[in-house]
């Protein structure tokens, strides 16, 4: 009997394994690697298993094939990570897996959350006309307050007959704060604001 290990899943487990280990036995391409990469049905996401991703890269071009064959998985019994026809070593794999996924889900923990995304947008707000106090509505701009905004320097832009524009910059979290939301509290001065415009948009 062997053990049949879902593909997403088998994934994960290498992804975990190849986190601090670059070949799956060793610290040489060996017969293990080829025979691992032939039971991958497709190719790994890179954004999701970017370990197992580089292995699988590196595999491919040492063994110049364009996708992995899964009939090759068989060539080699002794190489086979979670199954056997013997029903007790069926039972250390399974013991094994299941210690392997409790490692990979420690490390994550360990590690926490990574850095929230951040971005640096530009705003041009632009005035009813040459007669809108511009420091009045530079003041009513920055009094918007909201977590994961943060507003940086600010100038003045002519436009053209005698008008200017607001040019002011802000550093926003990326999942808290939106430039629509933005743009949507500085249009509700609408005494002194005509209109507002992405400038420009960064990621940070």
Same mark, same amino acid.
């Given at each position: 009997?062997?053990? !049949?290990?879902?593909?997403?899943? =088998?994934?994960?487990?290498?992804?975990?394994? $190849?986190?601090?280990?670059? &070949?799956? %036995?060793?610290?040489? &391409?060996?017969?293990?690697?080829?025979?691992? =990469?032939? @039971?991958? +049905?497709?190719?790994?996401?890179? *954004?999701?298993?970017?370990?197992? *991703?580089?292995? =699988?890269?590196? %595999?491919?071009?040492?063994?110049? +094939?364009?996708?992995?064959?899964?009939?090759?998985?068989?060539?080699?019994?002794?190489?086979? $990570? &979670?199954?056997?026809? #013997?029903?007790?070593? #069926?039972?250390?794999?399974?013991?094994?897996?299941?210690?392997?996924?409790?490692?990979?889900?420690?490390?994550?923990? @360990?590690?926490?959350?990574?850095?929230? @995304?951040? *971005?640096? %947008?530009? $705003? /041009?707000?632009?005035?009813?006309?040459?007669?809108? /106090?511009?420091?009045?509505?530079?003041?009513?701009?920055? !009094?918007?307050?909201?977590?994961?905004?943060?507003?940086?320097? *600010?100038?003045?832009?002519?436009?053209?007959?005698?008008?200017?524009?607001?040019?002011?910059?802000?550093?926003?979290?990326?999942?808290?704060?939106?430039?629509?939301?933005?743009?949507?509290?500085?249009?509700? =001065?609408? #005494?002194? %604001?005509?209109?507002?415009?992405?400038?420009? &948009?960064?990621?940070?």
């Amino acid at each position: 009997m062997s053990v !049949s290990i879902p593909s997403d899943l =088998f994934q994960t487990i290498l992804n975990g394994y $190849l986190e601090d280990n670059s &070949f799956i %036995v060793g610290t040489d &391409f060996s017969q293990a690697d080829t025979t691992v =990469f032939a @039971a991958i +049905s497709s190719a790994p996401n890179a *954004s999701s298993h970017p370990h197992l *991703s580089r292995w =699988f890269n590196h %595999v491919k071009s040492q063994s110049g +094939s364009a996708a992995p064959a899964a009939a090759a998985a068989e060539e080699d019994d002794d190489m086979d $990570l &979670f199954g056997s026809d #013997d029903e007790e070593e #069926d039972a250390e794999a399974e013991k094994l897996k299941q210690q392997r996924l409790a490692e990979y889900a420690a490390k994550k923990a @360990a590690k926490g959350p990574g850095p929230a @995304a951040k *971005s640096m %947008v530009t $705003l /041009d707000v632009k005035p009813w006309d040459d007669e809108t /106090d511009l420091k009045e509505l530079e003041a009513n701009v920055r !009094s918007i307050e909201m977590e994961g905004l943060k507003w940086g320097v *600010s100038q003045l832009v002519a436009i053209g007959y005698g008008i200017k524009k607001l040019r002011i910059s802000a550093v926003i979290v990326d999942e808290l704060v939106s430039t629509d939301l933005i743009e949507e509290k500085i249009t509700e =001065f609408e #005494d002194f %604001v005509q209109s507002v415009d992405v400038e420009a &948009f960064q990621k940070l």
